[in-house]
């Protein structure tokens, strides 16, 4: 049997702001998918359909509340599928960051002082500033795991700061600024072993990977619907005793169930909700299977491989282009790495480079992308950080090739 692909043309009709024409009648190129993705028709259907045909509060007697209550419920049944684990623990929220804080503050409150967290250097902020001020709330001390020279995870330096102390191992699942995939498994087999809780960022990775807490070992996994083709939204989910037990900061007639609402402070983005489930519907459309599990398994399959070619192609276009130097993950194996790209470029500034190509139409980010351990491991200045290029399967040959080609002869005439 054949691998499923995807098609990439049928796949781009589906996203509107891909038709949209930028400079010179072009259409526009979106390589800025780490920091958000675009986003097809169906999500931006499921947006409008739930504003003007059930839009109410929740647990109302009344036909749109109930209908609102369905759709949270099966919202939450697709975030259990997304992510491999019980619907119990699924929590939304603004964003990735909110909930994280709100977690870690909930579970500072079951820490004692002397205790020890563990963050990387590849984590981006959201998951090591609210260890760092919990820290110090509560006289814990947080150790920084390293990484080696092409910036993997440095899995002795994590087996030397894990001790019967360490309470939480929390990391990337993938990297935001450089693309590295971590060994998870294997990161969370060795914090078992001490009884620490794994506490997994799953941003960078949702768009790219198929997430698996089972799998990987989580206990506590957070990702951000913006960055895999849904609206601006957070979700979170946590082990179902964790969900149950925590002590959550909440208002008093906030109900408990399921656990997972717990960490839901107020009235949800309803309408992102809807659109974050018509977002896993749009992601399984692209595999096939006789449920939506099965579907997500192997739509991630198809795009595993498309995201690897298209990494290949641009690793080998960038290749003769003087003076760039990809960081990270020396090429395309799709084990080590996701297609986000950080670029140093001797001699220019990553901001003036990005915006000389956004006026090309071509749009990519510079600056630390908040993943500030790793910019500053490279010895970058901390505002001016890299040029980042995100493939997302949305992505073409094509758009490479212009890019490229545009800062090929950007560099020639500086
Ligand atoms: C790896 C990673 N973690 C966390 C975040 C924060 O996510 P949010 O914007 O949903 O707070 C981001 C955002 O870029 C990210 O890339």
């Known amino acids: 049997m054949s691998a499923l692909t995807i098609d990439v043309d049928a796949v781009r009709k589906h996203f509107p702001a891909l038709q949209r024409a930028a400079v010179g009648g072009e259409p526009a190129v979106f390589l800025d998918g780490p920091g958000g993705t675009q986003v097809p028709s ?4 499921a947006i409008s359909d739930y504003l003007s045909g059930s839009n109410a509060n929740i647990e109302g007697e009344f036909a749109t509340s109930a209908s609102t209550d369905e759709l949270i419920a ?71 795991v390293g990484v080696t020279e092409d910036l993997n995870l440095d899995l002795e330096d994590l087996k030397a700061k894990l001790n019967d102390r360490t309470k939480v191992v929390a990391f990337c699942l993938a990297s935001n600024a450089v693309g590295t995939l971590t060994p998870a498994v294997e990161v969370s087999r060795l914090a078992h072993e001490v ?49 149950e037990t925590l002590p959550a900061e909440r208002v008093r007639p906030a109900g408990s169930k399921p656990p997972g609402h717990r960490f839901e402070t107020g009235t949800q983005l309803h309408e992102n909700i809807a659109g974050f489930a018509a977002a896993v519907d749009y992601l399984a459309s692209l595999g096939e299977g006789d449920n939506l599990r099965s579907r997500l ?25 003087p003076n760039v130097r990809v960081t990270g993950v020396p090429g395309a194996e799709p084990s080590q790495r996701v297609g986000t790209f950080g670029l140093i470029v001797q001699g220019e500034s990553p901001a003036l480079l990005s915006r000389a190509l956004g006026a090309k139409g071509i749009y990519t980010w510079n600056g630390n992308f908040y993943a500030q351990g790793i910019v500053e491991h490279l010895g970058l200045d901390l505002e001016e950080g890299l040029l980042r290029l995100g493939l997302m399967h949305y992505n073409t040959g094509a758009e490479i090739h212009r890019c490229v080609e545009e800062l090929r002869l950007h560099l020639a005439a500086a």
């Open 42 to 45: 169906s999500v931006i259907r």
């Open 74 to 144: 099966q919202a939450r049944s697709y975030g259990a599928t997304f992510v491999g684990g019980s619907s119990d623990g699924i929590s939304f929220g603004p964003n990735m960051t909110t909930l994280n804080f709100n977690l870690i503050r909930a579970l500072g409150r079951t820490l004692k002082p002397g205790d020890e967290i563990i963050t990387t250097v590849l984590d981006h902020d959201a998951n090591v500033a609210p260890w760092l001020l919990m820290a110090a709330d509560r006289g814990l001390v947080v150790r920084q």
């Open 195 to 243: 009884g620490a809780l794994v506490w997994a960022d799953a941003v960078a990775y949702a768009p790219h990977r198929r997430i698996d807490v089972e799998a990987l070992g989580c206990d506590v996994l957070l990702c951000s619907p913006y960055k895999f083709f849904g609206p601006h939204l957070g979700m979170s989910w946590l082990k179902t005793d964790l969900a």
């Open 297 to 321: 398994d192997s739509a991630y399959g198809a795009i595993e491989r498309r995201e690897t070619e298209l990494a290949q192609q641009l690793i080998s276009a960038l290749s003769d282009v």
